[in-house]
């Protein structure tokens, strides 16, 4: 698989990142990446990096949103924007490079929650 770094997605990003006032995630240490012949249903996915990586290494967090070329090139605007907000939502407060699953015990992260987030925009 080849990855290429996704300058026009950081901007989108960055961007979500003020609008939706989501102050725990630091900006510079969020990376996106477009892939190309990717095996995966998913129009975008998100990284992280494991806790053990700050504790041994002393590398702090960072996170890789991922956007499956193939997929997330041909939605509409506004579908790309929903799929990055989804991509953030598993961002924990923490920022501690883990990542939130889809259903918790205080958040879940599903499409009408994404829409939810959208129409406050």
């Known amino acids: 698989m ?3 770094k996704a300058p026009e997605i950081k901007r989108m990003i960055v961007q979500l ?3 939706l006032d989501m102050k725990h995630i630091k900006k510079n ?3 996106c990446i477009r892939s190309f012949d990717a095996k995966t249903r998913a129009y975008a996915r998100i990284w992280g ?3 053990l990586f700050k504790e041994v290494a002393g ?4 996170y890789i ?5 193939k ?7 506004r579908e790309k924007i929903k799929t ?5 939502l598993h961002i924990p407060k923490t920022f501690s490079g883990a990542l939130l699953s889809h259903r918790g015990p205080y958040h879940e992260i599903n499409d009408r929650e994404v829409e939810k987030i959208l129409k406050n925009l």
Do not use: C, G, T
């Not at 990055?84 to 953030?88: A, F, Q, S, V």
């Open 71 to 77: 997929k997330y090139d041909k939605l509409p605007e």
């Open 59 to 62: 590398l702090e967090p960072h």
């Open 2 to 4: 080849q990855y290429k």
């Open 29 to 31: 240490q969020i990376h």
């Open 84 to 88: 990055l907000i989804h991509e953030l």
């Open 49 to 51: 990096m494991a806790k």
């Open 17 to 19: 990142i003020k609008q």
């Open 65 to 69: 949103i991922e956007v499956n070329a």
